[in-house]
């Protein structure tokens, strides 16, 4: 079965940096989008970025200019480099990746557990 692990979130003062990682691992035949999504205490669950196949990178204005999504194909894991972080960044970060397993020829959205992510002011 497949399976989101993220790491790298933590406690961070405003203005620091902290990179974000999600490793897909299983039975996968291919993936197609990974993303990051994070969700604040009472907010709804929303895109902070995402990258096709072929790198091509979609950002949430929140994060333009000070967030950077990437990818290691041959690792089946994105990155979120995220720098001069601010309090309203503080939420639980979750990976997401549109991916084919092994036993299919369909692609399905998987969830990590997600990390939190506390950016103290």
């Known amino acids: 079965q497949v399976q989101l692990v993220e790491s790298g979130g933590g406690l961070v003062q405003a203005g620091g940096s902290l990179t974000l990682s999600c490793t897909a691992s299983?039975?996968?035949?291919?993936?197609?989008?990974m993303g990051w999504y994070r969700q604040a205490p009472g907010k709804q669950r929303e895109l902070v970025a995402a990258?096709?196949?072929?790198?091509?990178?979609n950002y949430a204005a929140s994060g333009k200019g000070r967030f950077t999504i990437s990818r290691d194909n041959a690792k089946n894991t994105v990155f979120l480099q995220m720098n001069s972080l601010k309090p309203e960044d503080t939420a639980v970060y979750y990976c997401?990746?549109?991916?084919?397993?092994?036993?299919?020829?369909?692609?399905?959205?998987?969830w990590g557990q997600g990390t939190q992510v506390t950016v103290s002011s």
């Open positions: 997401n990746a549109d991916l084919v397993p092994g036993s299919s020829y369909l692609s399905y959205k998987y």
């Open positions: 299983g039975s996968i035949r291919s993936i197609n989008a």
């Open positions: 990258i096709t196949s072929g790198s091509g990178t």
